[in-house]
């Protein structure tokens, strides 16, 4: 599940924490980088489990209104939603199951965010339209969960809430996460029953090393790499640069010359449009830019061993068009200050741990 851009991303929160922070620990900035992606594979079986917790709970409705209308000897209510074929596989899924066993947190400790939640589905569209059409089918209750998701779940403010407080990370990479729940979904076969593989933590074990090995390069390396955007800058403003600027440069030169294997055009578009969502709205532009040059640099003076395309020829400014993505307001452009306090609350904490167990 956690795939090479989640791994860039938490490269970067945890880079520029590395330098905002005082206390430069190297073994310990790799503890956190590695437990900061662990998190983020707890936050994936927590939002599938959400799924599951959401069906119980309108299994509990359903029961309170069958009994009513036996009681009032009224039209009993459709017990379709609380028997979709997906959500009950789900339900039973032993790895899943397995997981939330051994974890602390539950959905049952958040019921009035689930009953929300609840009381959302009941109101949509697709929940009305689910109810009332005659397709029984495993796809057809494969499909509502997969528009429920991505209409309820996946841009639900209140629900980012309810999560930012169970842990400092999830909300920072829920945007992410949400992509492999929806994944997941489209995955299951009724088949596969209660042993349905989910995504794995790492999708194996070279991608745990590619994390390790760039986070590493990009600090030890850190003097060579900030030379060669001086050496690069001469027909820049480096004195432009936002410090998250110079992060995202510093772990992108980091990529280029660590592995050979990663075409430069493909680290280059990464880290610009990380510089897009953490840094400054015109950095986008700027980064790809120096990148470009920094890289071009690095190849004449045979410090690395790639090739690129020719460059493009210059047309007037008034020809060029911006073709920036837009930056999405919300969560990630506030990471540049958060990430920092983050990981140093952390630390904080296990400080206070280690002095109370001493005491």
């Not at 992108?252 to 897009?276: G, H, Q, R, S």
Request: net charge negative; hydrophobic share 35%; aromatic share 10%.
């Amino acid at each position: 599940m956690i795939n090479r851009e989640l791994i860039r991303i938490k490269i970067v929160q945890l880079t520029y924490a590395y330098y905002q922070n005082g206390n430069r620990n190297m073994d310990n900035a790799e503890k956190e980088l590695l437990f900061s992606l662990a998190k983020a594979y707890d936050l994936y079986n927590y939002l599938l489990a959400l799924i599951v917790s959401i069906t119980q709970e309108e299994r509990h409705r359903v029961e309170i209104a069958a009994t009513r209308a036996t009681r009032e000897g009224t039209e009993a209510p459709s017990s379709r939603f609380v028997n979709n074929k997906f959500a009950v596989q789900l339900e039973e899924n032993k790895q899943l199951n397995l997981f939330m066993e051994s974890q602390k947190r539950r959905w049952e400790d958040d019921m009035e965010a689930v009953r929300k939640l609840c009381d959302q589905i009941e109101q949509s569209t697709i929940y009305q339209e689910y109810m009332n059409s005659d397709d029984d089918s495993y796809e057809a209750d494969r499909e509502v969960w997969r528009k429920i998701y991505r209409t309820l779940i996946q841009e639900n403010p209140d629900l980012d809430a309810v999560l930012e407080e169970k842990s400092l990370y999830w909300n920072d990479d829920k945007e992410v996460v949400d992509t492999f729940v929806i994944k997941t979904i489209k995955r299951f076969e009724p088949a596969n029953g209660a042993d349905q593989e989910l995504l794995p933590e790492y999708r194996d074990e070279e991608d745990r090393d590619f994390a390790l090995k760039l986070f590493r390069s990009t600090i030890l390396n850190a003097d060579d790499y900030q030379r060669y955007m001086s050496e690069s800058s001469r027909n820049w403003d480096f004195s432009r640069l936002a410090y998250m600027d110079v992060v995202i440069m510093q772990i992108a030169i980091a990529e280029m010359l660590t592995f050979p294997n990663i075409p430069v055009t493909v680290t280059i578009n990464e880290y610009v449009d990380l510089a897009k969502l953490y840094s400054t709205p015109r950095s986008g532009g700027y980064i790809n830019g120096m990148l470009d040059t920094i890289a071009r640099h690095l190849i004449q003076t045979g410090k690395m061993m790639k090739t690129m395309p020719e460059p493009r020829p210059h047309r007037a400014r008034n020809e060029r068009q911006d073709i920036r993505a837009p930056r999405r307001e919300g969560r990630r452009p506030t990471i540049a200050q958060t990430s920092a306090q983050r990981v140093a609350y952390r630390q904080q904490q296990e400080s206070d741990q280690r002095r109370e167990n001493a005491e």
